[in-house]
């Protein structure tokens, strides 16, 4: 046989042949995203593939499940969920009725579907969780497990009529978070003792290795609902998700996340809707959030931890969802370290006097990280509390947030927006002398019945294109 030899001089030709093709593709979709978003927006969604299984069917009442909402069904989900990727994939079929049971693992190439009249009814047993790779607030950390995981999984779903009930209450679960108005009382544990959350933050600005931040037993974080963590091609359809322990739904370090026709209610602490995180290519449409927390809210870690991962959040497509109660309707932060590009949302309505902002993103010098290119048309906002949009580099909870990690902040678009009462502010924006939030653009935005049109600090090219607050027209202004 024949060697073929490359010199070094054509090496270097090829490499860099590659190089200025992976270029250009860049330049490219950069150019696309400059000169027309929702072209860009179009190409993320033409890019997500949504997962497809085979016609296989297994049932779990055939692996000993019982409806009764009594029986411990684990070990039949379990098995059944095995069996069908063990076998190729398929779909494991929860027939209507009520299935009390622990945590359920996917695995790859299943479909957990929850026929109508179906309701999944989680312990509330923190022993059934077992430790497993998750996070909490922004941080990796050994945890409970979620009450739905997939972890490095592929071609997974969770779909159907059905009901996945967390079964959390100021009884359990929710104590945790260490606030009266959840049922925490003096002299009860919660995540705020030092050696609880405090602790696992501290770890990880320390660089301990996640396999080392062991909490679980004794530490009090609550675990996740839906969480496809490290997932490729993942789906979440027409499921209703009550009452969690913590955040709802939880793409992690995951590509190709489509959540569908989804309707969340669920009014206890941190309960965030939807939190994709370090992940790129996430669909959220047709859903319906009525929650205790922001209804989505797009991170991608916190402080230490997210420039660690350093993988940003990019090309997060929300449309035709609706948002009553929330702190946020569409927020992005404020665990945001690794920084977020390309959010796109169109379509929604957002209402309700518990709405405390529709758009908000919220950052700190602990934080840090860029956050670039939000872009938002075709809202409809019946009642916020505080502000259509806020911004703020200077989110300040657990304490002191001040650090050498400023943030940056960078075009921000709103066009077709119908607001009928606006709350306190119109636009509430601060940033830091020395980093300017710019470039925040209102287009064919009506607000009605705000108390102040905007109360900004350190905003560089604010433009309003036929804009209008309390009925007057707005002019361009630059703070």
Known sequence: MTE??????NLFSLVF????????GVNKQKNVVNNDPWKAMQLVINSVKTPSFGNKKY???????????????TKAFKEAIQTCSKNGGGIVIVPSGKYYTGPIHLENDVNLHLEDGTEILF??????????HTSFEGTEVMNYSPLIYAYKKHNVAVTGKGILNGQATKENWWPWCGAGSYG?????PSQSDPLNRPRLVDMAEEGVPVEKRVFGEGHYLRPTAVEFFECTDALLKDVTIVDVPFWVIHPIKSVNVTIDGVTVRSHGPNNDGCDPEYSKNVIIKNCTFDTGDDCIAIKAGRDADGRRVAIKSENIVVQNCTMFDGHGGVTIGSEISAGVSNVYVENCIMNSPNLDVAIRLKTNSRRGALIENFYVRNIEIGQVKEAILK???FYN????????FIP???????ENVKVKNAGKYSILAKGYEESPIKNITFKNVTIDKVGTPFSIENVSNLNFINSYINGVPMKNSDN
């Open 4 to 9: 073929k030899k490359i010199s070094t001089s």
């Open 17 to 24: 042949i590659s190089l200025l093709l992976i270029s250009c």
């Open 59 to 73: 049932l779990i009442t055939d692996y000993g499940a019982k409806a009764d909402g009594i029986y411990d069904n």
């Open 123 to 132: 312990s509330t047993k923190p022993g059934d969780y077992p430790i497993v």
């Open 184 to 188: 925490w009382k003096k002299g009860i």
């Open 391 to 393: 911004v703020d580099m």
């Open 397 to 404: 909870v657990h304490g002191n947030q001040t650090g050498n």
């Open 408 to 414: 940056r902040i960078e075009n921000i678009y709103l």
